[in-house]
């Protein structure tokens, strides 16, 4: 496993080709997804073959109930890809579910993979644990295994994700070795590179910003919107009084000056004054929504552009599933003859 500081040193000496990484469409993406991810993909895609996914199957897991957000959320991730500087030209911007190589390959590798790996997985474990026993279903218990087939199908060496998804990148690497044991080398062995902040604080202090949990900073929300979010943050609960001594460790809004205010300098004398009880959470929560603010400009800005011109989405989309399309036909067909489920009818050809 990579993490971002160390990426360019390391993925030099790999022989990386392919990056397949991917985002399911749950809704508008958020700043979580900037640093724990998308800004890793920006680097990637200027040097390599990268395959974006837009994991729809994925989203039906826990979201079957709810088509329209998901259609919806297709393009809205499209439009947030192209408002941070994703270039469809470069890189493929894939739908899932346009790749039906995706589900063939997902059940194959189901009967070579041990119920065990899922039971164990430390994500998949505390996301049922969270989902209400209705939206329980297999297709959602399944996920980590079409995740699995998801990397593999484009025979990708780097998988950049938040740490949340880790574990499955792990599995991946299980998987695909058993596979190539048993039936010959077909998958390139994925490592993982994890963002510059691992996992975003939810702006309710929970350990995770996520968009189905609604307490996010979105790539789309307006400058008063972010003001709004910002100002009733959760923060330090011992604090009473603004002379009160804080806890700057697991506070929202300080993780937050560390991953989005360039002023380094500020940051540090709000964090002094913090512990002493020498600044109101007011100054400290308006310095950090003008920080925020400044870093979603431009994307802002991007985004209202692409917004006027929906043909480009479509076509951002329509090529590079067609790319991947190309691939998932080629590794189906070793697949299919590494695992000798192919041509049984050819003696009588
Ligand atoms: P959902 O709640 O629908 O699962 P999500 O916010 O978890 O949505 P995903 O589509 O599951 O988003 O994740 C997309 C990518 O963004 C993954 O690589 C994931 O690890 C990363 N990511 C998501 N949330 C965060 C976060 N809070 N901090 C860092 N990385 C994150
Ligand atoms: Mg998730």
């Known amino acids: 496993m990579f993490y971002a500081e160390i990426w360019l040193e390391s993925i030099e000496e790999m022989t990386v080709k392919r990056i397949l990484t991917g985002i399911r469409p749950t809704g508008a993406l958020h700043v979580g997804h900037y640093v724990g991810a998308l800004e890793n993909w920006l680097q990637l895609q200027a040097r390599y073959e990268c395959y974006f996914l837009i994991a729809d199957y994925q989203a039906l897991g826990d ?37 039906p190589e995706h589900a063939e390959l997902t059940m194959l590798l189901s009967f070579i993979t041990p119920l065990g790996m899922l039971e164990r997985n430390p994500t998949l474990k505390a996301e049922l644990d969270e989902l209400p026993v209705e939206r329980r279903t297999v297709g959602f218990y399944n996920y980590p295994m079409s995740q699995v087939a998801d990397i593999l199908l484009p025979q990708a060496r780097l998988v950049p994700v938040g740490d949340d998804q880790a ?60 003001r709004r979010k910002v100002m009733s943050m959760y923060t330090d609960p011992t604090r009473l009084r603004a002379t009160d001594p804080g806890h700057v460790e697991g506070n929202p809004v300080f993780e937050y000056h560390d991953a989005f205010n360039p002023d380094k300098g500020q940051v540090e004398d709000f964090k002094h004054r913090y512990r002493e009880g020498k600044v109101g959470d007011v100054e400290v929560k308006q310095a950090l929504a003008e920080a925020l603010n400044r870093f979603l400009d431009p994307i802002r800005e991007r985004r209202s552009r692409f917004e006027a011109n929906p043909r480009q989405i479509e076509d951002a989309l329509m090529h590079g599933t067609g790319r991947a399309r190309k691939l998932a036909a080629e590794t189906m067909r070793q697949v299919r003859a590494a695992m000798r489920i192919d041509s049984y009818t050819s003696r009588w050809e």
């Open 167 to 226: 574990p499955h990148v792990e599995m991946t690497r299980e998987v695909a070795r058993k596979f190539n044991r048993m039936f010959g080398e077909v998958f390139p062995v994925p490592d993982t590179l994890i963002g510059r902040i691992p996992r975003l604080r939810g702006t309710d202090g929970a350990a995770k910003m996520s968009k189905s949990k609604g307490n996010v900073i979105s790539l789309s929300d307006d400058r008063e919107t972010v």
């Open 63 to 99: 979201h079957f109930h709810e088509i329209d957000l998901i259609r919806d959320s297709v393009i809205q991730v499209t439009l947030d890809w192209l408002a941070v500087g994703l270039d469809p030209e470069r890189s493929s911007f894939v739908i899932q579910s346009y790749v």
